[in-house]
Nanobody, 124 residues
Framework: DVQLQASGGGLVQSGGSLRLSCALS????????IGWFREAPGKKREWLSC????????KYADSVEGRFTMFNDYADNSVNLQMNNLKPEDAAVYYC?????????????????WGKGTQVTVSS
């Protein structure tokens, strides 16, 4: 079975950092495109970043470009999201998801497999 599990969320002060991890099972990291998303209360789920072997290096939404970095951990078959300079508006439930064609897309419904989210809270 294809499964993804996001972890690493927590409470951090504004300006602080967190590293999220997305553990993958049932497939290899390079088989699919992997994306990170977040959903804040009352808002739509937002695409943040994506990485895929077919598309090359990670791509980022403008809202996180320069602050968030996505990188692969082949030893653990996981994908990490390093989040720096966190702001109160970054508070949300964060999700990772996989897209079967292996190409990154910003279209949230295009992702086929989703993990449970992890909560990130940023205090001002």
């Amino acid at each position: 079975d294809v499964q993804l599990q996001a972890s690493g969320g927590g409470l951090v002060q504004s300006g602080g950092s967190l590293r999220l991890s997305c553990a993958l099972s049932g497939f290899r990291l390079d088989d699919y495109a992997i994306g990170w998303f977040r959903e804040a209360p009352g808002k739509k789920r937002e695409w943040l970043s994506c990485t895929s072997l077919k598309d090359g290096g990670p791509k980022y939404a403008d809202s996180v470009e320069g602050r968030f970095t996505m990188f692969n951990d082949y030893a653990d078959n996981s994908v990490n999201l390093q989040m720096n300079n966190l702001k109160p508006e970054d508070a949300a439930v964060y999700y990772c998801a996989a897209e079967r064609t292996g190409y990154c897309t910003r279209v949230v419904p295009a992702y086929d497999y989703w993990g449970k989210g992890t909560q990130v809270t940023v205090s001002s």
